[in-house]
């Protein structure tokens, strides 16, 4: 059974930091992309960050130089690194595994508030 399972959300002051992580299971998750993405009421989904099999890393222009992917396929978990967030970053953050298949997490949610 695949399982992403998000956590690391929560509420934070502008300018402040969050780590989201992603654990996953039921898959190879060395072999499939992995990657952020996040979505306001509304709004269709949209991509943050992804990292590849290979580590290729793509990064959304409006996080770039402020959010950070990583993967640790010895914990079958990904993570994203946010600083400097701004009020505008508050919304739901879903993990994403990609490799012919497609697989999404339940989300996470961020809140960038004073």
């Known amino acids: 059974q695949v399982q992403l399972v998000e956590s690391g959300g929560g509420l934070v002051q502008p300018g402040g930091s969050l780590r989201l992580s992603c654990a996953a299971s039921?898959?190879?998750?060395?072999?499939?992309?992995m990657g952020w993405y996040r979505q306001a009421p509304g709004k269709q989904r949209e991509l943050v960050a992804t990292?590849?099999?290979?580590?290729?890393?793509t990064y959304a222009d409006s996080v770039k130089g402020r959010f950070t992917i990583s993967r640790d396929n010895a914990k079958n978990t990904v993570y994203l690194q946010m600083n400097s967030l701004k009020p505008e970053d508050t919304v739901d953050y879903y993990c994403?595994?990609?490799?012919?298949?497609?697989?999404w997490g339940q989300g996470t949610q961020v809140t960038v508030s004073s």
């Open positions: 994403n595994a990609r490799s012919g298949f497609v697989f």
């Open positions: 990292i590849t099999s290979g580590r290729i890393i």
């Open positions: 039921g898959f190879t998750f060395s072999s499939y992309a």
